[in-house]
């Protein structure tokens, strides 16, 4: 029994494999029974990074042990990349999930589970979380609604809860859904699940969603009476990794500590395929952009684009702020710990690579990053434990590539007790900083920090 190789699994889909759509319309035949995962070649599968298009098929499970033993949804699919190949709009390299050919399976005659420990682990690893809540998301959904009256399952497409859910949550993204040789009660469904999402897509809020999706599930079908908890499950548990991203698009801290806390997934994306970064960048929230690459984003996290190929840097560019780019920067470099091998190396005597920036050559090249970083981050106790490491005065002056002090960056971001702190140590409140040299005296005018003003006033007089 064959198996994909592991190199295909992606870290934003753990256990999901992702199908060559090019290859299932060579390979697959019209009317014949659908093969499953891991009786497909190594060759099918494609890497999701390398795709243009990402698709994702809800379609009804026909028979007991397998969706098509007759080979009609294949027909459909087929068709319907077929007619996207035609309208150039399928590369080579576009893949899809559905959910037979994407995970391990029970033998489809039989039902005898004949998966290995691998495989099963596997299985289980994508049907947790709000990982099928997140396919549907943030896909392209293509929906196959036929089921024929001699059908071994023959209950109605969107009866079926696996099928509801399903449609419900790809109503809730943002890019189109292929509806072609769909029925139109199917149409209608979708286009008032549509309707229900709005509000969704707009804000990010899903409470009103989730009340009425609790109410219609209960009168769907499951093969499987366990299942319907399930599935209620992965709309719950996308609920709350939407609250995440929400609170972080508004600069909450506080409502995204609380949703870590319930388990949210911090790679979980919304209808538009951003992240709860990606949401705090492209918004300017610096406290909660400096949280999640400190204590909960992988470097693999910060570096996922959205389904838009935007960069999260090109976000952080595109919302304003310096300071996000600045913290962007730093992780990239450092893998998932912003500052640990710089500390490491000033604590050791060394000294770590960078540029100190403009009008800083006395001090240790990483000296102005940790000074930067720490205001940025507005962390206190690091702050405290870098000044106290610095061997000249005027270190505490040091300037960053972009020429900008870590006074200057805690002033604009009003982090008073580190302005403060930098003051006492004997920072220069004039300093021309950045390319428009303004001060961070002038920056606290500026932007009306009455508490900083007065705090520069004082070590004016």
Known sequence: MASPPPSLEDEEYPGVYWVKAYWLLYNLKDGERMP????????????????????????????????????????????????MAEQMLLDRKDVLFFDYLSLPQVHHESGKDDRTEEQLRRFKTALSGDLMGRIFLTSRVL????????AVSNTEFLN?????????VASMNALARDLLWVSEKTKSEIARFRKLSAKFRET??????????????????????????????????LARSQRLIRAAAGGDWDGCESMLAQKADVIARDGWGRTALHAALLNARVSVVAQLLKNHCSAHAAAMKTLTNETSLELAKEGGSLECQVLLQHKFKHGSSVLDTEVEQVSSGGTASGNAGPSSSSSKPSTAKLLT??????????????????????????????????????ASLQHVELVRMLLKAGANPDLPCGGDQESASACATRLGFADV?????????
Request: hydrophobic fraction near 40%; include cysteine; glycine fraction near 6%.
């Open 453 to 461: 003003q007065e705090l520069f006033a004082t070590a004016h007089s």
């Open 373 to 410: 970083i720490r205001a940025i981050e507005n962390d206190e106790e690091g702050l405290r434990e870098q000044l106290n490491r610095l061997s000249q005065p005027n270190e505490v002056d040091a300037r960053d590539e972009h020429g900008i002090s870590a006074l200057y960056y805690a």
């Open 36 to 83: 499953r995962c891991q009786d497909l070649p190594a060759n099918a599968f494609g890497h999701l990074r390398d795709a243009t298009r990402v698709f994702a098929v809800t379609h009804p499970w026909l028979g007991r042990y397998s969706p098509d033993p007759d080979g009609i949804q294949v027909e459909t699919l087929r068709s319907k990349l077929s007619s």
């Open 143 to 150: 929906v196959i609604d036929e089921v024929p009256k001699e």
């Open 160 to 168: 079926r809860g696996w099928c509801f859910f399903e449609c419900v």
């Open 204 to 237: 990010g809020e899903l409470d009103e969603l989730l009340q009425k999706f609790d109410t219609e599930l209960k009168s769907k079908k499951f093969a499987l009476k366990a299942d319907a908890a399930m599935v209620r499950g992965f709309f719950v548990s």
